[in-house]
């Protein structure tokens, strides 16, 4: 009431409230703070990669996915909340795959005690359900009597999601269970086992109802745990694979085959950590050939890239009488030095094409080739043809290992055909989603995330490494995460977001690398962000060891880490045109060799800027060439790259005195760059404009025509959301143009705005 007196009576700049409330209606006191202009935020819940971070910054604990969406579901975003079970998990260890969370103490003592005083029959209900989620309405009522399931749901105990019964809180579920006794939940497994349908489900419940070894048992459990994959299934999966396994009796013929088969069912489900600590203690016992060989090769495909090459060379002493294995072990070796390294192109493609030799006719040729697609791509060599009689891939495993549509679309990317890239990728997504293939997702989701970069699309690159976090209990989606955040923040033109997350990505890598294409990509964002600062020593010092990598790796397509447009900048910057000579005649060798777009254009693109440097904007061919560069770059829908040549161009002929042309150029870049969200290049970009003599608008307190267009816009009541989606901008630009505005005007708040502009 204090507040609101004083609200109603306040001068506009006399103070400022911050206030937060649940959602909902507003409160007076915002109603009568409205004239003096409200910004509202929505805090909603934390999501899945942002309660997997929170875990990671605060406990340093990396969760397998499926017990990160235990605590996901069980916190419902709250991070509070988030934070007491990651505690109560690095203090007792994650749960077993059939296991509870650990409650967080005051946690639970709320949940226990509400469901202490339960009635036995609806005690009885709840951990029903809380044995079989998702449980069939008329199944529940099959067990419990249905009066008293209609209670339960009326009381708010249940839940009920189109006839399926769920616990009303993820914590009550938990407390249900630990109030039981082990008999009890057997018992109400078997009678589950007897009336559920489902054969996938009947074998969990099976499975949990049986406390020993039991063959029988564990032989339908395993052929549950196979149908689970084949529907997508994952995690079901996992957890059907580990109980075959409990229940196998040690010593047994079975015993291996189910030992291998939960491994290979954790990779699928991406528990990498699980997979190692599986067979890391047992891989001696494991008879020598095949078996052990398939041993081997799970082991290095949880490794890093470093213990992966031993894991596989011990595959392939395993595998010398096994056609099938050998290839497989040839392939992941292929993929490690071409995909993952970054180096030894020249024996990748070899040792590819001898996996293809292998595999030829087997239903492991699709991974050969895959693996030749990509030695060949990283090469510059055309991959298509290995398209013909492609297979498709074999149920149960990745999509991205069979598929050679993936490296033909990256392929495409490399050449700047972007448009044509993401239809690739994305057809192996959406099959991969349908798959339950969550691997495969996260590989797609992130090589979409690149093919918005090179367009310079912020905006739909945020929202896809938004996606790319949720996968970060991975452990191989970390390094890509932050390197990614790196090469926005570079794109975006905000030097110290794309400095800090690279130095994340430089601090988990070392020589031998354990992700190069990340530690490359990291470094390219530093040298991208250093050329908005115009640091241009700093820039070459971080583009030069990349261009040289990969010169002396083999990687001849110039599209694969497009650094030499960046490189040649950031060396005519330092009238190093030796270097940069030599760049423009590699780059123009590769791009011939090719017939390569993206590399033409560039080509283009580095002549101009020599050109430029050496004879001045006011001479010669520079300007016409740099103009083409920008055309071509536009044409195939590369957008950041065409506004940087104009830019450039700009800068160029602005310190020449060519005013007229240089406001062209500039506000023809500061306009892309605006639209596209790369607001720190398109500060630039005016900052540059400011300085053309004669112009007219910022330096004399006028709005230019963009911040007239917000300010408009604001008047009107749209809001900054709002704003940004009608002028293709990010929220962020919009804030930058209000705030300049603001200024401009004289003005502290958009409820001024109205008044202050005006009729009309």
Request: charged content about 25%; aromatic content about 4%.
């Amino acid at each position: 009431d204090s507040l609101l007196f004083a609200a109603r009576r306040m001068a506009p700049s006399a103070a400022r409230f911050l206030l937060s409330r649940r959602s909902g209606d507003p409160s007076p006191l915002e109603r009568a703070l409205e004239p003096l202009g409200v910004r509202m935020i929505e805090v909603g819940p934390l999501s899945l990669g942002a309660t997997s971070r929170l875990l990671s910054a605060r406990y340093g604990l990396v969760l397998p996915r499926r017990v990160l969406h235990r605590v996901h579901e069980a916190a419902q975003g709250n991070p509070l909340f988030a934070l007491e079970l990651g505690r109560a998990i690095r203090d007792r260890g994650a749960p077993a795959v059939d296991a509870d969370l650990p409650l967080p103490r005051l946690v639970d003592e709320a949940f226990e005690a509400r469901v202490s005083s339960l009635a036995p029959a609806l005690r009885e209900a709840l951990l029903t359900v809380t044995l079989s989620p998702a449980l069939h309405r008329d199944v529940l009522s099959g067990i419990v009597d249905p009066l008293v399931v209609e209670d339960a749901l009326d009381s708010g105990l249940l839940g009920l999601d189109r006839n399926r019964v769920r616990a009303g809180h993820p914590m009550l579920a938990a407390a249900a269970r630990r109030q039981s006794t082990a008999a009890e939940r057997r018992g109400l497994h078997l009678r589950l086992a007897q009336v559920v349908d489902d054969p996938v489900v009947n074998a969990r419940h099976l499975a949990r109802a049986t406390p020993n070894y039991e063959e029988t048992v564990a032989a339908a459990v395993s052929a549950a745990a196979e149908l689970a994959l084949t529907r997508g299934a994952v995690h079901e999966a996992e957890e059907l694979a580990g109980h075959a396994l409990r229940l196998t009796a040690p010593g047994t013929p079975q015993e291996v085959d189910r030992l291998l088969a939960l491994a290979d069912r954790q990779l699928n489900a991406g528990d990498l950590a699980g997979t190692t600590a599986l067979l890391d203690g047992r891989i001696a016992d494991i008879p020598p050939g095949r078996p052990r060989a398939l041993a081997h090769l799970m082991l290095g495909e949880a490794a890093d890239g470093v213990r992966e090459e031993t894991e596989l060379d011990l595959a392939l002493a395993q595998s010398k009488d096994d056609p099938d294995v050998r290839g497989l072990a040839l392939c992941r070796k292929a993929v490690l030095f071409a995909a993952f390294r970054v180096e030894r192109l020249v024996e990748a493609e070899e040792l590819a094409r001898q996996a293809v030799s292998v595999t030829a006719g087997t239903p492991e040729d699709g991974r050969g080739r895959v693996a030749l697609g990509w030695a060949l791509t990283l090469r510059g060599k055309p991959c298509e043809d290995l398209i013909e009689a492609d297979p498709p891939t074999p149920l149960g495993r990745t999509v991205y290992d069979g598929m050679i549509e993936r490296p033909i679309g990256i392929r495409k990317a490399f050449r700047g055909q972007v448009a044509e890239a993401e239809t690739w990728i994305q057809r192996l997504v959406s099959m991969a989603e349908e798959r339950g293939d969550p691997r495969s997702v996260a590989g797609g989701t992130i090589q979409l995330c690149e093919f918005a970069l090179r367009r310079g699309d912020v905006a739909q690159a945020e929202d896809l490494v938004a996606e790319v976090e949720q996968w970060g209990a991975m452990e191989e989606v970390r390094l890509v995460f932050a390197r990614l955040k790196a090469v926005i923040g570079a794109v975006r033109g905000r030097p110290a977001e794309a400095r800090g997350w690279a130095e994340l990505v430089e601090q988990e890598s070392s020589v031998p690398y354990r992700a190069a294409w990340d530690w490359l990509e990291a470094k390219r964002a530093r040298g991208l962000a250093a050329l908005v600062d115009d640091d241009f020593p700093g820039a070459v010092a971080d583009l030069w060891p990349i261009w040289e990598h990969c010169r002396n790796e083999g990687v001849d397509d110039p599209g694969a880490f497009p650094v030499a447009g960046d490189l040649a900048e950031a060396l005519v910057g330092c009238d190093d045109l030796h270097r940069a000579g030599e760049v423009a005649t590699h780059l123009a060798r590769l791009t011939d060799e090719q017939a390569h777009p993206w590399g033409r254009a560039t080509t283009i693109r580095v002549e101009a800027m020599i050109e430029l440097c050496a004879a001045g904007a006011g001479t010669g061919r520079g300007g016409p060439m740099l103009t083409d560069a920008a055309g071509r770059y536009a044409a195939l829908g590369l957008e950041f790259e065409s506004a940087r040549c104009l830019l450039h161009l700009g800068c160029v002929q602005r310190r020449a005195r060519r005013r007229t042309d240089a406001r062209q150029a500039l506000e023809d870049a500061a306009t892309t760059l605006d639209r596209l969200g790369c607001d720190g290049w398109a500060a630039k970009a005016r900052s540059e404009l400011a300085r053309v003599s004669g112009r007219r608008g910022a330096d004399e307190g006028e709005l230019t025509p963009t911040e007239q267009r917000v300010v408009d816009l604001a008047a009107r009541g749209l809001s900054n959301k709002e704003i940004a989606k009608v002028l293709y901008v990010s929220v962020y630009t919009v804030e930058a143009h209000l705030s300049h505005a603001y200024a401009k005007l004289g003005i502290r708040s958009r409820s001024q705005l109205a008044p202050r502009l005006g009729p009309g």
